[in-house]
């Protein structure tokens, strides 16, 4: 069977899944990078949707890819050289049902969904992925999956980052409580920059604030290491850490601004390889 070769992609795509067969087979022939939003289905508290995580990492891996196209100066074929898969809304949540609305994938379901579409990527001939992941409760299974990789299919350069936590400095210029985290200041604040009218603001309360109000056992979780987890019904009835009735969507924009430079930084790098 003999198949038409085509020398150019279309320059308006930027999604894996507007790429026709012909076109991809040139896109992995050019070494593209992929980029994978994954999130979480799970309690936001009472003012932030379900669908939070996604939407960053969304919105995250849309900005990194057009920033690695815009910058490609005129070169159509670097340009042409990135795309975003279509991402997984479910994630790693077992710490999140006890408020409605939670849809927990677990662990192993998580990483086999993971591995078999990057596994099917590198049989195919793709050689680099980055996945961006806006729910730190995924970030364990990833490395499990990255670890794999390096049996299976060791020049593979499967790639993972968190959203929230790369913004060091705008997070440092953030007012925040002592206890932070899950729906407080960085999250609702990135929120409000994406999409103003998915926050309720009229139900933006506090959740747990300082840690002398934490059980102990709640207090210890929050040591990073050692590492103990928690459900997060022991921090606050609402399932929220920190305030976020201090998030601006000006600091939204500083903490998504500085998570996309470095994420752009990056992917430039793995695109060199
Ligand atoms: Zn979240």
Known sequence: MSRPTISEIRPHIRDYTELTSLEVELAKDRNSLLVLPVGACEQHGDGLPLGTDNIRAAHVARAVVDRLRDSANGDQVRAASAFVLPGIDYGVSPHHRFLPGTINIGPRLFIDLVSSIVRQLADAGFDRLLVITGHGGNLAALGVIQQSLLAT???????????????????????????SGHCG??????????????????????????????DPRARLSRTKSPSTAVTFDRYSDNGVLGDPRTATAAAGEDILGEVIDRLVAYCQELQRL
């Open 185 to 214: 200041e960085s999250e609702t604040s990135q929120m409000l920059a994406i999409d103003e009218s998915l926050v309720d603001s009229g139900h933006l309360n506090p959740g747990a604030t300082r840690l002398d109000d934490l």
């Open 153 to 179: 299919h060791p020049d593979f350069v499967f790639a993972y980052a968190p959203v929230s936590a790369l913004a060091t400095e705008a997070t440092a210029q953030l007012p925040r409580t002592e206890v």
